[in-house]
């Protein structure tokens, strides 16, 4: 298992009426997550890993698992390619 990390320290976040605001510090790029990104994002605690988070999110919302599974993908590779996420 390859847990998924938020680097706390590359970034600042505020929830606004349920959606998660997330702005890197160093250069002021920002993220709107409402929905399932949210979500995700709240569940990306330093102990579950990619499955882990998808089921508990096949769990959370009803709905073909095959496409929450790719928007799941398409939000870790960009919060990984930010800088905000680590896993291997």
């Given at each position: 298992?390859?847990?998924?990390?938020?680097?706390?320290?590359?970034?600042?976040?505020?929830?606004?009426?349920g959606e998660i605001i997330v702005m890197?510090?160093?250069?002021?790029?920002?993220?709107?997550?409402?929905?399932?990104?949210?979500?995700?994002?709240?569940?990306?605690?330093?102990?579950?890993?990619?499955?882990?988070?998808?089921?508990?999110?096949?769990?959370?919302?009803?709905?073909?698992?095959?496409?929450?599974?790719?928007?799941?993908?398409?939000?870790?590779?960009?919060?990984?390619?930010?800088?905000?996420?680590?896993?291997?």
């Open positions: 298992m390859v847990a998924l990390v938020k680097l706390i320290e590359r970034f600042t976040e505020t929830d606004i009426d890197r510090l160093d250069n002021g790029e920002f993220f709107a997550l409402s929905g399932t990104a949210a979500a995700a994002w709240r569940l990306i605690d330093g102990k579950r890993d990619r499955s882990a988070l998808l089921a508990e999110l096949a769990g959370q919302f009803a709905g073909d698992e095959r496409q929450i599974e790719a928007d799941v993908d398409e939000l870790l590779e960009r919060l990984k390619d930010s800088k905000l996420v680590v896993y291997d």
